[in-house]
Every structure is written in structure tokens, then in C-alpha cells.
């Protein structure tokens, strides 16, 4: 399987706030850098934090444990947003996977420990 990008649901607080509070983001030790969005659903406002062209570095996912995203955030925000609970919309963390085709999207979710 390909995973050419990964998005995850934020408060849109921390799509809008500056300076963002994810420092810096990894996937099995490699340097990705996010981008941010905004959708509206059913009138409900919510925020998009992705990372694209996962292809680049991992052209197939890996075998052996497959796509670890670490994330170093700030330790001061003004919108909350420095915590997994505090960035993630909801009671826990959504995400899905896209290839290149964007034929497969698979949705899943981490619990907030």
C-alpha cells in the first residue's frame, strides 16, 4: 500500500492561531512539514492538519511497523492548542490515510490517552 498523504480533524482555532503550535513533525524520524485548512460540514466549522507527498520518502508503506507521526509542540499557545486533547476536534484524534490516486481513504481514530 502508498500513503501519499495523511489529514487528521483539528479545532480550527489551531489552524487560525500564530505562531502554530506543532514545532515539528516526523514519520519514522524523517522531517515532514504540515499544512493547514479549513472545512465546513453540516455548518459545523472544523480544521484540516495534513502532511503530503509521503511518497517522496516512503514509497511503499514500511513492512516492518509501518508510519509512526511524531509531533513536537509548543509549550505556550493562546488557542490550547499544545496537547493532543487541545489540537484534536473531538474526543479523539481522526485520520485518514490517501494514496496517490485518492481511490483508498481509509479513516481511523487514536484514542486521547
Same mark, same amino acid.
Given at each position: 500500500m502508498?500513503?501519499?498523504?495523511?489529514?487528521?480533524?483539528?479545532?480550527p482555532?489551531?489552524?487560525l492561531?500564530k505562531?502554530?503550535?506543532?514545532?515539528k513533525?516526523?514519520i519514522?524520524?524523517?522531517? %515532514?512539514? /504540515?499544512?493547514?485548512?479549513?472545512?465546513? =460540514?453540516?455548518?459545523? &466549522?472544523y480544521?484540516?492538519?495534513?502532511?503530503?507527498r509521503? #511518497?517522496d520518502?516512503?514509497p %511503499?508503506? /514500511?513492512p516492518a511497523?509501518?508510519?509512526? =507521526?511524531c509531533?513536537? &509542540?509548543?509549550?505556550?499557545?493562546?488557542?490550547?492548542?499544545? #496537547?493532543?486533547?487541545?489540537?484534536?476536534?473531538?474526543p479523539?484524534?481522526?485520520?485518514? =490515510?490517501?494514496?496517490?490516486?485518492?481511490?483508498c481513504?481509509?479513516a481511523?481514530?487514536?484514542?486521547l490517552g
Open positions: 502508498t500513503v501519499n498523504t495523511i489529514e487528521m480533524i483539528i479545532n482555532s489551531c489552524v492561531e505562531p502554530k503550535a506543532i514545532r513533525a516526523t519514522n524520524g524523517v522531517r %515532514v512539514f /504540515p499544512y493547514y485548512s479549513q472545512k465546513v =460540514l453540516n455548518g459545523d &466549522m480544521g484540516i492538519l495534513g502532511f503530503s509521503l #511518497t520518502h516512503f %511503499v508503506v /514500511p511497523g509501518g508510519l509512526y =507521526l509531533l513536537a &509542540m509548543s509549550r505556550s499557545s493562546s488557542s490550547g492548542c499544545t #496537547t493532543p486533547r487541545g489540537l484534536c476536534f473531538g479523539s484524534c481522526v485520520y485518514s =490515510l490517501f494514496n496517490n490516486e485518492v481511490t481513504c481509509p481511523s481514530e487514536a484514542a
